[in-house]
């Protein structure tokens, strides 16, 4: 089944750090550009990042510059989130996201079911 | 950043409506333009990309149009199943926006 499942959501105070991965399965993963958007309470979807095939590209959203870091792991079929410095702010469900092949640009055609991360002392 | 609209927030509509969302971009995309549905607790799906473009699978009620600023998504008879939120997306330049959603209730 083509899938991706999210996972390392959680309850983490201000200033903690979290890692949040997600788990593909039924397609080639290395063939996929993916991202990371997130939707916080009662708000609309904000896009955070995006990580080429091959990791040599990535970008952020200017509210998680030099705080998160997408990365991959192509052999294990995998995305991972490092949030490090998280503030209330960062409340929101996480989504997974698979770019369209060949596109070259995000346009998401596969998306997980989310896993929350909640901010809070 | 490229800043996206669009109209109306929410609407209600009868099962067998035409219902239309309007986007507007704040500067030229040409077609890059995604619309996606969104059902609560449920994982977004792409409905129209480039534009125009139905992705697979997507049930042909659906129509997406526009160039340039000004885009649309058509719902040409509007079913119960449809019950979301829907969010048009630019992906012409980084960052790429989503605009902030228009709700759509059955009457």
């Known amino acids: 089944e083509v899938q991706l499942v999210e996972s390392g959501g959680g309850l983490v105070q201000p200033g903690g750090s979290l890692r949040l991965s997600c788990a593909a399965s039924g397609f080639t993963f290395n063939r996929h550009s993916f991202n990371w958007v997130r939707q916080a309470p009662g708000r609309g979807l904000e896009w955070i990042s995006y990580?080429?095939?091959?990791?040599?590209?990535?970008y952020y959203a200017d509210s998680v510059q030099g705080r998160f870091t997408i990365s991959r792991d192509n052999g294990k079929n995998a995305l991972y989130l490092q949030m490090n410095n998280l503030r209330a702010e960062d409340t929101a469900v996480y989504y997974c996201?698979?770019?369209?092949?060949?596109?070259?640009?995000?346009?998401?055609?596969?998306w997980g079911q989310g896993t929350l991360v909640t901010v809070s002392s | 950043d490229i800043q996206m609209t669009q109209s109306p927030s929410s609407l209600s509509a009868s099962v067998g409506d035409r219902v239309t969302i309007t986007c507007q971009a704040s500067q030229d995309i040409t077609n890059y333009l995604n619309w996606y549905q969104h059902k609560p607790g449920k994982a977004p799906k792409l409905l129209i990309y480039?534009?125009?473009n139905l992705e697979t699978g997507v049930p042909s009620r659906f129509s997406g149009g526009g160039f340039g600023t000004d885009f649309t998504l058509t719902i040409s008879s509007l079913q119960p199943e449809d019950v979301a939120t829907y969010y048009c997306?630019?992906?012409?330049?980084?960052?790429?926006?989503f605009g902030p959603g228009t709700k759509v209730h059955i009457k």
């Open positions: 990580i080429a095939g091959s990791s040599d590209t990535v």
């Open positions: 480039d534009g125009s």
């Open positions: 997306q630019q992906f012409d330049i980084l960052p790429p926006i």
């Open positions: 996201a698979r770019d369209m092949v060949g596109v070259g640009r995000v346009v998401c055609d596969l």
